[in-house]
C-alpha cells in the first residue's frame, strides 16, 4: 500500500518536472557584451519579458566595449558549426553573416508587428538583407553630440555653439580660463568618432558621398582637406597626454570641471549621470556645431542564427526587443534611443528627449546617415582604413592634403 | 617478447604527441598558407585565387611600418639584452658575496607575462602619472620624458620594456655558459701574464659561442612573434605608431575582416622564423657530426 503510494507521487513528481522542463525547452542563447552595470541591468528587463513568454534565457555575454572580442568568438563558434541563438550585432556584421546565409529569417513576426511602419529606414538599410527582415533593431546611438560642462561654458561666455567658429571661439576661451579645452582619448575609434561631426558639419551631401558612397573625388577633394584642417584645430585643443586615454576617462575630464567638453556618442550621458549630474544645470547636450538636424547613428541589434535553436523562441525574442517597453526602459538605461519611433519620450531625460526628437525629424528630412567611425557607412576593412588615416593625421603624420591623399589610396586597397 | 616491447613502446608513447603537433602545428601552417593564396574575407573561402596577396600586402603602408618597426624593435632588444645580459653573467661570476641573492632578482622578471611587464611599464611611463608627474612632485620641474606619447619614439619604450623583462634571462643563460669553462684555462692565462680583460675578450667571450647562438635565437623569435607586450603597453599607438606584424596579423584576420590578408602576413612570419631557425639546426647537426 505504502509503495503503491510511492509510486505514484514519484510519478506525478516525474510529470510534474517534465512539464516544468517542457515550458523552458525553448532556450535562446544570446551572445553579447552588454556586461557593465546598467547594461547588464538592461539585459535583465528582456530576461523577464522572455520568461514571461516562457523562453528561458542562457547568457552568453563576452566583454569588450565595441564587441570586437565577441564577434571573434561568434566566427569560431559558427566556423565549428555551434552557432548561439541570437547575437548581438552592428552594422555592416549583420549584412556579412546575412550574405553568408547564416541569419534566420524574421519577416513573419515583422509583419504581424508593423516593423516597416516604426523603424526608420536608415535603420532598416542594416536590418533587412536582401528585402528580408534579419535583425532586431535594439537601440539608437548617435554619435555627433558634444558634452559641455555648464559651469566651464557660463565661464566660456555661456552660449552654447552652432556653428564652427563659435565653437573655436568658445575653446579659444575655455583655453584662457586655464582649463583643457577639449578632452580627448588618443584610440583611432575616438578620434573617428570626432571625425564623423567634422565630416557632417561640412555638408549632408558631403559626408554621404565621402563616407557612404566611397565617391573618390570627394575622399580626396577640397572638402576632406579641410576636414582635416579642422581636426588639426581639433586637435591643438587636446592635452598632450591624450594617446591612449579611455573615452570615460575623458568624459571624467569634464566631469570634474579640468576639460570643457568631449565630443563623444551619447553613451558618454551614462557617465555624467552615474556622476550625478544633471542634463541642463551641471552638463551641456549639443549636436555637434554644424550638424543640427542630422544625426549620424549606430545601431545594436539582434540577429538569429538559423538552425540554432527553434524559431519559434526565436520569433519570441525579436518580439520581445521590438516591445515598445522594453524599448522605452532599456535606452533609459542605456543613454540611447528607441529604435522605433513611435515610443513615447516621457521615461527620458533633456537629452534623451532631443535625441528621440532628432532622429525622429532626421529620420523624417533624409539627414539620418550611419556613423562611419561605428561601421555603420563601410564594412569593417574599409572602416579600419579610414582609421588608419584619421589616427596617423591626428597623431601629426600627415598634413591635410597628404591625409586626404592617402584617405583615396587606403580606401581603394581596403576594397 | 621484451624486445619487441623495447621496439614498439617509445614509439607508441609518442605518436599522440606527434600526431597531435602533425595536426595542430603543421596542419595548421598548410591551412594557413593555403588561406593566404585565397580571397578569404570573414570567414574562410576556399577558391583559390593565387599569389596577389603577397604584392597588396607589401603595397600596404599599414604592414611597411609594422616591418619597420619590428626591425628597429628586434635589432635593438637582441643587441642591447645581449649586452647587458653578458654584462651581468660575467659580473656575477666574479665569486661576490650574496650570488644566490642577486642571480634571482635579475632573473624574476621573466616570470611575469607580457601583460604584466606591459602594463606595469605602460603606468611607469604615462607621463601624466608615471616617473614624469613623480619628477614633477619631487620639484624638478623641468624634467621631461613623454616617449610613449610620442609617434617618433613610442617604439622605443617596447624596446624598454623588453629588454628589462628578458635580459635577466639571457643573464642566466651566459652565467651557466661562463660555469662550463674550466678554471685552469683562465688560470693558464693569467700565468702567462694576460689582463682581465683581455682573457675575457681573447678567451672567454669566444669560448661562449654556443651561448650566443641560443640566446640569439630565442630573443629573435620573442621578437618575432611579440604582440602582447605592445597591446599592453601601447595597443600599436599613439595613432599606428607601434604596430608589429604580429599585431597587424590579429588585427587583419579577425577585426578587419580581411584574413586572407591576415593569412599572408602570418605566412611572412613564418619564413622570417625559418630565415633564423633554419641555418640555427643547420648549424648545430653539422658541429654534432664533426664531433
Known amino acids: 500500500m505504502v509503495n503503491k503510494y510511492l509510486v505514484k507521487s514519484l510519478a506525478a513528481s516525474l510529470v510534474l518536472s517534465f512539464s516544468a522542463s517542457q515550458a523552458f525547452a525553448d532556450d535562446v542563447e544570446v551572445l553579447h557584451w552588454w556586461t557593465s552595470g546598467g547594461e547588464a541591468a538592461a539585459v535583465g528587463v528582456l530576461k523577464d519579458d522572455l520568461a514571461g513568454k516562457g523562453v528561458g534565457w542562457k547568457d552568453m555575454p563576452i566583454a569588450g566595449g565595441g564587441g570586437d572580442a565577441a564577434m571573434t568568438t561568434l566566427k569560431a563558434r559558427v566556423t565549428a558549426g555551434n552557432a548561439p541563438t541570437a547575437v548581438q550585432m552592428l552594422g555592416f556584421d549583420i549584412q556579412d553573416w546575412a550574405a553568408q546565409g547564416a541569419l534566420a529569417n524574421l519577416n513573419d513576426v515583422a509583419a504581424a508587428e508593423g516593423w516597416d511602419a516604426v523603424v526608420p529606414s536608415a535603420l532598416q538599410a542594416f536590418s533587412k538583407h536582401g528585402g528580408n527582415w534579419v535583425a532586431a533593431p535594439v537601440n539608437v546611438h548617435s554619435t555627433n553630440w558634444v558634452w559641455i560642462s555648464k559651469s566651464a561654458l557660463d565661464a566660456a561666455g555661456g552660449n552654447a555653439p552652432t556653428t564652427w567658429e563659435e565653437l573655436v571661439s568658445v575653446l579659444d576661451a575655455m583655453k584662457a580660463n586655464g582649463i583643457t579645452p577639449l578632452a580627448h582619448g588618443g584610440q583611432a575609434w575616438q578620434e573617428a568618432t570626432m571625425f564623423d561631426g567634422v565630416a557632417l558639419s561640412l555638408g549632408n551631401g558631403f559626408y554621404k558621398s565621402a563616407l557612404i558612397d566611397l565617391n573618390e573625388d570627394a575622399l580626396g577633394g577640397a572638402l576632406m582637406v579641410e576636414a582635416f584642417n579642422r581636426m588639426g584645430v581639433l586637435r591643438s585643443y587636446v592635452d598632450d597626454n591624450f594617446s591612449g586615454r579611455d573615452w570615460n576617462l575623458a568624459s571624467a575630464m569634464v566631469i570634474s570641471g579640468d576639460a570643457g567638453m568631449q565630443m563623444m556618442g551619447d553613451w558618454a550621458k551614462g557617465e555624467f549621470l552615474k556622476a550625478g549630474q544633471k542634463p541642463g544645470s551641471d552638463f551641456v547636450c549639443i549636436r555637434f556645431p554644424g550638424t543640427q538636424g542630422a544625426v549620424t547613428f549606430n545601431s545594436d541589434q539582434f540577429a538569429m542564427f538559423s538552425g540554432s535553436g527553434s524559431s519559434a523562441a526565436q520569433e519570441a525574442m525579436a518580439s520581445s526587443v521590438m516591445n515598445p517597453v522594453f524599448q522605452s526602459a532599456f535606452n533609459v538605461v542605456k543613454g540611447s534611443v528607441p529604435a522605433r519611433t513611435d515610443v513615447p519620450d516621457m521615461m527620458f531625460d533633456g537629452c534623451g528627449k532631443k535625441g528621440m526628437a532628432d532622429l525622429a525629424a532626421a529620420n523624417a528630412a533624409g539627414s539620418l546617415f550611419g556613423s562611419m567611425a561605428h561601421g555603420h557607412t563601410v564594412p569593417a576593412g574599409i572602416k579600419n582604413a579610414m582609421y588608419d588615416v584619421i589616427t596617423a593625421h591626428f597623431n601629426g603624420e600627415f598634413s591635410a592634403e597628404e591625409a586626404a591623399a592617402e584617405m583615396v589610396s587606403a580606401v581603394a586597397a581596403a576594397k | 617478447m621484451k624486445n619487441y616491447l623495447q621496439l614498439w613502446l617509445p614509439r607508441i608513447v609518442l605518436a599522440p604527441s606527434f600526431f597531435l603537433i602533425l595536426v595542430f602545428v603543421y596542419g595548421f601552417i598548410i591551412y594557413t598558407g593555403y588561406l593566404s593564396l585565397t580571397d578569404s574575407r570573414m570567414l574562410p573561402t576556399y577558391e583559390f585565387m593565387g599569389w596577389s596577396n603577397y604584392p597588396k600586402l607589401f603595397g600596404l603602408r599599414h604592414w611597411k611600418i609594422a616591418v619597420n618597426n619590428l626591425a628597429i624593435f628586434g635589432i635593438l632588444y637582441i643587441l642591447i639584452c645581449t649586452i647587458i645580459g653578458l654584462l651581468l653573467a660575467i659580473l656575477l661570476d666574479q665569486k661576490i658575496r650574496a650570488e644566490g641573492f642577486l642571480r634571482p632578482i635579475f632573473l624574476y622578471p621573466m616570470a611575469l607575462s607580457f601583460i ?175 664531433s
Open chain 2, 116 to 290: 604584466v611587464t606591459g602594463t606595469a611599464w605602460k603606468w611607469f611611463l604615462d607621463p601624466g602619472i608615471g616617473l614624469e608627474s613623480i619628477m614633477h612632485q619631487w620639484g624638478w620641474e623641468s624634467f621631461h620624458f613623454d616617449w610613449i606619447k610620442n609617434r617618433t619614439f613610442a617604439i622605443y619604450t617596447v624596446v624598454m620594456a623588453a629588454v628589462w623583462q628578458s635580459s635577466g634571462f639571457v643573464m642566466a643563460m651566459f652565467l651557466a655558459g661562463l660555469r662550463g669553462i674550466d678554471g685552469e684555462i683562465m688560470k693558464a692565462a693569467q700565468i702567462d701574464g694576460a689582463s682581465g680583460f683581455r682573457i675575457y675578450r681573447r678567451i672567454i667571450i669566444p669560448m661562449l659561442r654556443p651561448a650566443f647562438l641560443s640566446a640569439f635565437v630565442i630573443l629573435a623569435h620573442l621578437a618575432i612573434k611579440a604582440y602582447d607586450l605592445v597591446i599592453a603597453l601601447t595597443n600599436g599607438g599613439p595613432g599606428r605608431a607601434t604596430e608589429l606584424p604580429a599585431t597587424f596579423m590579429y588585427s587583419y584576420t579577425f577585426e578587419r575582416n580581411q584574413m586572407g590578408l591576415g593569412a599572408t602576413s602570418a605566412i611572412i612570419m613564418l619564413i622570417m622564423i625559418f630565415s633564423i631557425i633554419i641555418p640555427y639546426l643547420y648549424s648545430e647537426l653539422r658541429s654534432e657530426k664533426e
